[in-house]
Protein backbone atom coordinates (compact mmCIF):
# COMPACT_ATOMS: atom_id res chain seq x y z
CA UNK A 1 0.00 0.00 0.00
CA UNK A 2 1.52 3.76 -0.56
CA UNK A 3 0.40 6.65 0.75
CA UNK A 4 -1.60 9.39 -0.52
CA UNK A 5 0.31 12.54 -2.07
CA UNK A 6 1.79 15.73 0.28
CA UNK A 7 -1.76 17.75 -0.50
CA UNK A 8 -3.39 15.27 2.02
CA UNK A 9 -0.70 14.21 4.47
CA UNK A 10 -1.53 15.89 7.41
CA UNK A 11 -4.69 15.15 7.56
CA UNK A 12 -6.93 15.05 11.08
CA UNK A 13 -10.42 15.70 10.66
CA UNK A 14 -12.13 13.30 7.72
CA UNK A 15 -14.59 16.10 5.92
CA UNK A 16 -13.58 17.92 3.09
CA UNK A 17 -12.64 21.45 3.21
CA UNK A 18 -15.41 22.89 1.36
CA UNK A 19 -18.04 21.75 3.72
CA UNK A 20 -17.16 23.72 6.91
CA UNK A 21 -19.59 26.46 6.09
CA UNK A 22 -22.50 24.32 5.43
CA UNK A 23 -21.49 22.25 8.63
CA UNK A 24 -20.96 25.20 10.83
CA UNK A 25 -23.11 27.83 9.72
CA UNK A 26 -26.59 25.77 10.88
CA UNK A 27 -24.66 24.44 13.64
CA UNK A 28 -23.79 27.72 14.99
CA UNK A 29 -27.75 28.67 14.40
CA UNK A 30 -28.85 25.65 16.30
CA UNK A 31 -26.59 26.13 19.50
CA UNK A 32 -27.88 29.72 19.39
CA UNK A 33 -31.76 28.92 19.32
CA UNK A 34 -31.27 26.02 22.05
CA UNK A 35 -29.65 28.14 24.31
CA UNK A 36 -32.41 30.92 23.91
CA UNK A 37 -34.99 27.56 24.47
CA UNK A 38 -36.29 26.95 20.89
CA UNK A 39 -35.16 24.03 21.19
CA UNK A 40 -37.82 22.95 18.61
CA UNK A 41 -36.77 25.77 15.81
CA UNK A 42 -33.39 24.18 16.61
CA UNK A 43 -33.85 20.75 15.27
CA UNK A 44 -33.60 21.43 11.80
CA UNK A 45 -31.05 23.76 11.64
CA UNK A 46 -28.92 20.27 13.15
CA UNK A 47 -30.25 18.24 10.83
CA UNK A 48 -29.08 20.12 8.47
CA UNK A 49 -25.44 20.68 10.15
CA UNK A 50 -25.42 16.38 10.57
CA UNK A 51 -26.36 15.94 7.00
CA UNK A 52 -23.59 18.16 5.70
CA UNK A 53 -21.21 16.32 7.82
CA UNK A 54 -22.23 13.41 6.11
CA UNK A 55 -22.00 14.25 2.99
CA UNK A 56 -18.67 16.52 2.99
CA UNK A 57 -17.25 13.19 4.38
CA UNK A 58 -13.79 12.58 3.22
CA UNK A 59 -11.88 9.43 4.57
CA UNK A 60 -8.81 8.42 4.17
CA UNK A 61 -8.18 5.57 2.30
CA UNK A 62 -5.68 2.86 1.82
CA UNK A 63 -3.98 3.23 -1.78
CA UNK A 64 -2.90 -0.31 -3.57
CA UNK A 65 0.42 -0.15 -5.12
CA UNK A 66 -0.49 -1.89 -8.69
CA UNK A 67 1.23 -1.23 -11.33
CA UNK A 68 -0.32 0.14 -14.73
CA UNK A 69 -3.37 0.20 -12.95
CA UNK A 70 -6.08 3.00 -13.19
CA UNK A 71 -8.18 3.85 -9.99
CA UNK A 72 -12.07 4.96 -9.84
CA UNK A 73 -11.72 8.25 -9.44
CA UNK A 74 -14.55 8.41 -7.44
CA UNK A 75 -17.04 6.25 -5.14
CA UNK A 76 -20.36 5.37 -7.02
CA UNK A 77 -21.89 3.25 -9.08
CA UNK A 78 -21.05 2.36 -12.74
CA UNK A 79 -23.44 3.44 -15.25
CA UNK A 80 -21.62 3.13 -18.76
CA UNK A 81 -18.95 1.59 -19.64
CA UNK A 82 -17.72 1.57 -23.91
CA UNK A 83 -15.49 3.24 -26.64
CA UNK A 84 -15.00 6.95 -26.50
CA UNK A 85 -12.43 9.28 -28.17
CA UNK A 86 -11.30 12.22 -26.17
CA UNK A 87 -9.18 15.13 -27.35
CA UNK A 88 -6.28 13.88 -24.75
CA UNK A 89 -6.36 10.90 -25.15
CA UNK A 90 -7.47 9.51 -27.92
CA UNK A 91 -9.76 6.57 -29.09
CA UNK A 92 -10.37 5.34 -25.18
CA UNK A 93 -12.59 3.05 -23.26
CA UNK A 94 -15.09 5.89 -21.36
CA UNK A 95 -15.70 4.39 -17.52
CA UNK A 96 -18.88 6.67 -16.31
CA UNK A 97 -19.57 6.83 -12.40
CA UNK A 98 -22.46 8.24 -11.05
CA UNK A 99 -22.59 9.36 -7.37
CA UNK A 100 -25.69 9.67 -4.92
CA UNK A 101 -25.75 12.45 -2.45
CA UNK A 102 -25.05 9.67 0.16
CA UNK A 103 -21.88 8.89 -1.82
CA UNK A 104 -18.52 10.21 -0.77
CA UNK A 105 -17.98 13.30 -3.53
CA UNK A 106 -14.34 13.84 -3.43
CA UNK A 107 -12.64 12.78 -6.31
CA UNK A 108 -9.23 11.11 -6.82
CA UNK A 109 -6.79 11.05 -9.59
CA UNK A 110 -6.73 7.52 -11.29
CA UNK A 111 -3.08 7.39 -11.93
CA UNK A 112 -0.01 9.41 -10.88
CA UNK A 113 0.74 12.04 -13.47
CA UNK A 114 1.14 15.25 -14.19
CA UNK A 115 -1.64 17.46 -14.76
CA UNK A 116 -1.85 19.07 -18.37
CA UNK A 117 -4.91 20.61 -18.29
CA UNK A 118 -8.03 21.13 -16.22
CA UNK A 119 -10.38 22.53 -18.39
CA UNK A 120 -13.78 24.26 -17.09
CA UNK A 121 -17.29 24.51 -19.18
CA UNK A 122 -20.46 25.86 -18.49
CA UNK A 123 -23.52 24.16 -19.04
CA UNK A 124 -27.05 22.41 -18.15
CA UNK A 125 -27.64 20.88 -15.09
CA UNK A 126 -29.82 17.72 -16.63
CA UNK A 127 -29.84 14.57 -14.26
CA UNK A 128 -26.07 13.27 -14.41
CA UNK A 129 -27.10 9.49 -15.21
CA UNK A 130 -28.74 10.64 -18.32
CA UNK A 131 -26.97 9.66 -21.24
CA UNK A 132 -25.26 12.81 -23.07
CA UNK A 133 -25.60 15.13 -19.67
CA UNK A 134 -21.55 14.38 -20.51
CA UNK A 135 -21.61 16.92 -23.43
CA UNK A 136 -24.56 19.85 -22.31
CA UNK A 137 -23.78 19.81 -18.65
CA UNK A 138 -21.03 21.98 -15.96
CA UNK A 139 -18.15 20.32 -16.46
CA UNK A 140 -14.19 20.33 -15.61
CA UNK A 141 -11.59 18.11 -17.55
CA UNK A 142 -8.41 16.71 -15.82
CA UNK A 143 -6.28 15.88 -17.91
CA UNK A 144 -3.30 13.81 -16.81
CA UNK A 145 0.11 12.59 -18.07
CA UNK A 146 1.06 9.64 -16.62
CA UNK A 147 4.39 7.78 -17.44
CA UNK A 148 3.85 5.72 -19.99
CA UNK A 149 -0.37 6.36 -20.88
CA UNK A 150 -2.56 9.70 -20.96
CA UNK A 151 -5.70 9.17 -18.77
CA UNK A 152 -8.82 12.21 -18.30
CA UNK A 153 -11.18 12.66 -15.92
CA UNK A 154 -14.03 14.59 -15.92
CA UNK A 155 -16.00 16.06 -13.05
CA UNK A 156 -19.86 16.84 -14.42
CA UNK A 157 -22.54 18.61 -12.39
CA UNK A 158 -25.79 16.94 -12.10
CA UNK A 159 -29.20 18.87 -11.13
CA UNK A 160 -28.58 19.00 -7.49
CA UNK A 161 -24.67 19.84 -8.40
CA UNK A 162 -24.28 23.34 -8.59
CA UNK A 163 -20.38 23.63 -8.24
CA UNK A 164 -17.35 21.83 -8.99
CA UNK A 165 -14.62 22.13 -7.12
CA UNK A 166 -11.14 21.43 -8.72
CA UNK A 167 -8.42 21.93 -6.79
CA UNK A 168 -5.17 21.46 -8.99
CA UNK A 169 -3.95 23.12 -12.37
CA UNK A 170 -1.46 22.79 -15.17
CA UNK A 171 1.99 21.62 -13.77
CA UNK A 172 0.47 19.85 -10.94
CA UNK A 173 1.66 16.21 -10.12
CA UNK A 174 -0.81 14.04 -8.43
CA UNK A 175 -0.39 10.59 -6.77
CA UNK A 176 -2.74 7.55 -7.96
CA UNK A 177 -5.22 8.32 -5.40
CA UNK A 178 -4.70 11.53 -4.45
CA UNK A 179 -7.58 14.08 -3.90
CA UNK A 180 -7.71 16.66 -6.19
CA UNK A 181 -11.51 18.03 -6.10
CA UNK A 182 -14.99 17.38 -5.36
CA UNK A 183 -18.80 17.53 -6.68
CA UNK A 184 -21.41 19.20 -4.66
CA UNK A 185 -24.83 17.42 -3.90
CA UNK A 186 -24.64 14.11 -6.61
CA UNK A 187 -22.79 14.34 -9.72
CA UNK A 188 -20.86 12.01 -12.02
CA UNK A 189 -17.21 11.58 -12.99
CA UNK A 190 -15.97 9.87 -16.13
CA UNK A 191 -12.79 8.22 -16.77
CA UNK A 192 -11.09 7.78 -20.02
CA UNK A 193 -7.99 5.45 -20.54
CA UNK A 194 -6.65 4.13 -23.35
CA UNK A 195 -8.17 2.01 -25.85
CA UNK A 196 -6.79 -1.59 -25.14
CA UNK A 197 -6.87 -0.96 -21.57
CA UNK A 198 -8.10 -4.13 -19.73
CA UNK A 199 -11.55 -3.05 -18.05
CA UNK A 200 -12.17 -4.53 -14.59
CA UNK A 201 -15.84 -2.96 -13.93
CA UNK A 202 -19.07 -3.16 -15.73
CA UNK A 203 -22.49 -1.07 -15.60
CA UNK A 204 -24.00 -1.56 -12.16
CA UNK A 205 -21.10 -2.03 -10.46
CA UNK A 206 -20.43 -0.14 -6.85
CA UNK A 207 -17.05 1.58 -6.58
CA UNK A 208 -15.00 3.57 -4.58
CA UNK A 209 -12.25 6.03 -5.26
CA UNK A 210 -8.47 5.38 -4.95
CA UNK A 211 -9.22 1.79 -4.27
CA UNK A 212 -11.51 0.04 -7.36
CA UNK A 213 -9.54 -0.73 -10.18
CA UNK A 214 -11.21 0.12 -13.05
CA UNK A 215 -8.82 -1.01 -15.76
CA UNK A 216 -5.48 -2.08 -16.38
CA UNK A 217 -3.31 -0.07 -18.63
CA UNK A 218 -2.41 -1.94 -22.02
Not at 1 to 21: H, K, L
Not at 33 to 40: D, F, N, S
Not at 72 to 85: I, K, M
Not at 157 to 175: E, S
Request: proline share 8%; glycine share 12%.
Amino acid sequence: MTREGSRTRGRRVPVAPEGWPFILVPAAIAAGLAVTGRKTLALPFAAASVAALGFFRDPEREIPALQHAVLSPADGRVTEVGDAVDPFVGPAVRVAIFLSPLDVHVNRAPISGLVVSAGYTPGRFVAAFRPGADEVNERCAISLQGENARVTVVQIAGIAARRIVCRVGPGDKLAAGERFGMIRFGSRTDCYMPKGTEVRVKPGDRVIGGVTVLGVLP
